[in-house]
């Protein structure tokens, strides 16, 4: 089976920077994806590791460690509106085809 | 507008009845997931069609089935409901087969209360 775990909760003030850890077990490893959530919203793509390293995509970036099963979502300058729930996915097992398998969550709070 | 819809936006039912949830996929998009979100938890894999054809199962109860038309657009189908079927349904889609290296895009998805 695969499982992923998170920190349930995270909290920061406007302009700092926050990194949400994401450690994985997967029988097979396809990826870490992240996505990020508004309160009762539809969750939205925000990034996919494949290989280990640094991927930015302008304030957030993500990292991976394949050797480490860990990975994170660095969040820089933040702004009210990064809070958020934000979740970690890799592609399940075989048994579950290609589908993304998530964790339960970090919710950040960005407080003035 | 991510491009999926989701219908009805929100549903309420009786314990004991059957729902059918709907979901159209983003144009060009063959790959359809369901996905249930209960509360402080996370995003639950229900079930995933390809191109008409189931690809893969995950946690969907015997209750629960699913099916892809031709047109693409999916339904989930609940039925003999139960108070902890509460949750939200989400339906994503992506390209391929696979979505992760361009990601899923959700629907606003569908509230379901059993009371």
């Given amino acids: 089976g695969q499982s992923l775990e998170q920190p349930s909760e995270v909290?920061?003030?406007?302009?700092?920077?926050?990194?949400?850890?994401?450690?994985?077990?997967?029988?097979?490893?396809?990826?870490?994806?992240w996505y990020q959530q508004h309160d009762g919203g539809a969750p939205t793509f925000l990034s996919y590791n494949a290989l280990d390293g640094l991927e930015e995509t302008g304030?957030?970036?993500?990292?991976?460690?394949?050797?480490?099963?860990?990975?994170?979502?660095?969040?820089?300058?933040?702004?009210?509106?990064?809070?958020?729930?934000?979740?970690?996915?890799?592609?399940?097992?075989?048994?579950?085809?290609?589908?993304?398998?998530f964790g339960k969550g970090t919710t950040l709070s960005v407080s003035s | 507008d991510s491009g999926v819809t989701q219908t009805p936006k929100h549903l309420i039912t009786a314990t004991g009845q059957r729902v059918t949830l709907r979901c159209s996929p983003r144009s060009g998009d063959l790959s359809v997931y369901w996905y249930q979100q209960s509360l402080d938890q996370g995003l639950q894999f229900l079930i995933q069609y390809y191109n008409g054809e189931?690809?893969?199962?995950?946690?969907?109860?015997?209750?629960?089935?699913?099916?892809?038309?031709?047109?693409?657009?999916?339904?989930?189908?609940?039925?003999?409901?139960?108070?902890?079927?509460?949750?939200?349904?989400?339906?994503?889609?992506?390209?391929?087969?696979?979505?992760?290296?361009?990601g899923y895009t959700f629907g606003s998805g569908t509230r379901l209360t059993v009371v």
Avoid: W
């Fill in chain 2, 54 to 102: 189931e690809r893969a199962k995950g946690n969907i109860l015997e209750r629960f089935s699913a099916q892809q038309f031709p047109d693409l657009h999916s339904e989930l189908n609940l039925s003999s409901l139960e108070l902890g079927d509460s949750a939200l349904y989400f339906c994503a889609s992506s390209i391929a087969g696979t979505g992760t290296n361009y």
């Fill in chain 1, 59 to 101: 304030r957030f970036s993500s990292f991976l460690s394949r050797s480490d099963s860990y990975g994170y979502l660095l969040l820089q300058e933040l702004q009210m509106k990064d809070s958020a729930s934000y979740f970690c996915a890799v592609r399940g097992s075989l048994r579950a085809g290609t589908a993304l398998i």
């Fill in chain 1, 11 to 33: 909290t920061a003030v406007e302009g700092a920077i926050v990194q949400i850890n994401c450690t994985y077990q997967t029988s097979g490893f396809y990826g870490l994806s």
